[in-house]
């Protein structure tokens, strides 16, 4: 009897909740939305409709934690003390949470948005800050200070990819201020896809939802994983029985 092949799994996630993007649609394609939790955009409102629509589709729902900066978008580093950032990102995780449950789910995982995601690669208090403020959930993120103090602290790390940015020398995004920062042919986004995800370093391919052409990239990413054999499954979902 012909042995049969191990399951090849991904994720593919999208920032949701923004209200900049077709939420339905990316959620008809995603396995897990990144739901924007009221500090750099998003209402109760939004986390509401979201958490209620990855339920009916089975898509893991993740805290997106932000500075609290609505005016810049959460993208402008912001120099905040450690005990008030832990607290803002334990007030984004519980609302964000309590809505969830609400809507038949809950918040799998954490992932930093914007500023706050760069800076936690680095900056060891605002690092630590985050983890503190965000219980046991596991962590979502590139490679970087964040993820190995929460790899040490015994929580789960989730690595992430971008098809639809640009690289530098070093492995970090290239900073949307410079040329050639967004990878916007949709030839590319797939290419690039793929090719992160048969180098074996991510476990997710975020696709960002205030992006031109996001729910078509999106579509073009999905299908071209599975017909290279990936199969889509959200992150830290319960095992499957």
Known sequence: MATRPAERGIDLNAD????????????RVVSSANVACGYHAGTTATMRAVCEQAVVRGVSVGAQVSYADREHFGR????VAAEVLREQVADQVGTLDEIARAAGTEVRYLKPHGALYHRVLEDPEQAAAVLAGSGDLPVLGMPGL???LAAQAGRRVLREGFPDRAYDDRGRLVPRSEPGALVADQRAVVTQALRLAEGGGVDSLCLHGDSPGAVAHAVAVRSALEAAGWTLRGLALPPQV
């Open 16 to 27: 949701l909740g923004e209200e900049i993007t077709d939420d339905a649609a990316l959620l």
């Open 76 to 79: 402008v580093a912001r120099d």
């Open 146 to 148: 964040s993820l190995r």
